[in-house]
């Protein structure tokens, strides 16, 4: 299991942009840039959904409802991955969960960061 941290998570207004960032502060360099990342959302009363992924090269897909607004990112020297989210929509009101996949498709998952979109 990977211990990862994530922070950013606030209340924002419709329209506004945020920054989500998950660290795994226990890994070492040349074991981060093996995993997959990503980040997934659940809102109430739904299912966890994906949000964004992206592989140890930096490449990048994304769920239909957030292309074009939400840009993943990670920096591998700082064991760190971000969510650029931008024009916030009251629908992207969700627990956003950071994720780590290996080469042995195990799994581990951040503690969750509210983001809620409201006036």
């Known amino acids: 299991q990977v211990l990862l941290v994530e922070s950013g998570g606030r209340l924002v207004q419709p329209g506004e942009s945020l920054r989500l960032s998950c660290a795994a502060p226990?890994?070492?360099?040349?074991?981060?840039?093996?995993?997959?990342m990503g980040w997934y959302r659940q809102a109430p009363g739904k299912q966890r959904e994906l949000v964004a992924t992206?592989?140890?090269?930096?490449?990048?897909t994304y769920a239909d409802s957030v292309k074009g607004r939400f840009t993943i990112s990670r920096n591998n020297s700082r064991k760190t991955i971000f969510l650029q989210m931008n024009t916030l929509q009251s629908e992207d009101t969700a627990v956003y969960y950071c994720?780590?996949?290996?080469?042995?498709?195990?799994?581990?998952w951040g503690q969750g960061a509210q983001v809620t979109v409201s006036s």
């Open positions: 994720n780590a996949r290996n080469d042995r498709n195990e799994e581990s």
């Open positions: 226990r890994l070492i360099f040349s074991t981060f840039t093996t995993y997959d």
């Open positions: 992206v592989t140890p090269g930096g490449s990048a």
